[in-house]
């Protein structure tokens, strides 16, 4: 008997757990407890963490999971390298629903980096006006560059003080390319800091520093160890052996 738990927090979980509702297919939807107000689910939802690999183990086994569906962001590689391990000390079929990179297109001024520090290193001497558009866990390596006006993005208001002066826009997303060229320009950004989420939800601020000859200093993602892995919500729904929504 089929009983899957979605290791969600992305818009596109939140589509797959819509089709498996409807489906019928018995499921839990899993949120790591981020924000202050996740969206709601169709489905009975869990928030916070598991307790590590063997926390996740052990609910695995105690709620009699069949199927773990990572849909969690690329970035959210230790819930994801959690989820492996855990999947397989306990024989546990594991996909993963994860959307292709953004790739750079003809126009696009993007200088790539492994990660933040690297991220920080490429960013000019000469004070500049820097949206930095990674939320609110990563931010505290630009404090070395102070001589720059940021503009950060967060999901919730801040509940601590932040490392460095910066403006904050409150907004949870998915972003318009409207919206986003109006920010930017009424707030002269010269640079933007992103990291190579997917997806449409973040993507509209990418077309819109294309638009406006804007360099994107452009975090790649961690790298993860093998796992089956999909890019659409019919995939996921084939392989739980359910046909996904007709005319979707
Ligand atoms: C808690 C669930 C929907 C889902 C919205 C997607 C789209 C907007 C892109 C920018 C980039 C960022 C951030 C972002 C994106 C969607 C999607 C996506 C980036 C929610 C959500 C949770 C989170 C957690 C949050 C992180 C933060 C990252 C903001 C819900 C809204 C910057 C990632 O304050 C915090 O601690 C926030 C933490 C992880 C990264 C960070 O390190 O700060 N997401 N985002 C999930 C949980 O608790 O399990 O609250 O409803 C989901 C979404 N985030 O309904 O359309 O890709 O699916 N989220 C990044 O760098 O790309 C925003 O601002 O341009
Ligand atoms: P992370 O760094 O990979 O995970 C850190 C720990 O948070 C995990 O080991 C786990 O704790 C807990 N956790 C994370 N996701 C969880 C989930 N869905 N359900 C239960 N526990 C979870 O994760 P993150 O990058 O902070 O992301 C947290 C959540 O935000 C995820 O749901 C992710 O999909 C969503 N999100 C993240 C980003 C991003 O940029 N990282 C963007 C959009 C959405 P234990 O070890 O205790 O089990």
Redesign the pocket.
């Given at each position: 008997m089929t009983r899957a738990l979605i290791?969600?927090?992305?818009?596109?979980?939140?589509l797959l757990a819509a089709d498996i509702a409807r489906a019928g297919v018995d499921a839990v939807y899993?949120?790591?407890?981020?924000?202050?107000?996740?969206?709601d689910q169709p489905l009975p939802t869990r928030?916070g963490g598991f307790g590590g690999v063997s926390g996740l183990a052990d609910y695995i086994r105690s709620e009699g999971i069949t199927h773990v569906i990572d849909a969690?962001?690329p970035?959210?590689a230790e819930m994801s390298r959690n989820a492996i391990e855990a999947c397989a000390e306990t024989g546990t079929l594991l996909i993963a629903l994860e959307?292709a990179p953004w790739t750079k297109a003809a126009g696009d001024k993007w200088i790539e980096v492994a990660d933040v520090s690297a991220a920080v290193a490429v960013l000019p001497a000469a004070p500049a006006d820097v949206f930095l558009?990674?939320?609110?866990?990563?931010?505290a390596p630009f404090a070395s560059k102070p001589q720059h006006a940021y503009t950060l993005?967060?999901?919730?208001p801040p509940q601590a003080p932040l490392p460095f002066a910066a403006d904050v826009?409150v907004?949870?997303?998915?972003?318009t390319l409207d919206g986003?060229l109006e920010m930017l320009r009424v707030r002269g950004i010269g640079w933007i800091v992103?990291?190579?989420?997917?997806?449409?939800?973040?993507r509209?601020?990418i077309d819109a520093a294309r638009m406006l000859g804007l360099p994107v200093i452009m975090?790649s993602r961690p790298a993860l160890p093998e796992r089956k892995r999909v890019e659409s919500v019919a995939e996921v729904m084939q392989w739980l052996g359910h046909s996904a929504r007709l005319g979707a």
């Open positions: 290791l969600g927090g992305t818009a596109d979980a939140s899993s949120y790591g407890g981020r924000t202050r107000a996740p969206a928030i969690t962001h970035f959210a959307r558009a990674i939320g609110r866990q990563h931010i993005r967060f999901v919730d826009i907004s949870r997303g998915p972003f986003e992103a990291r190579n989420s997917g997806g449409d939800g973040a509209a601020k975090i």
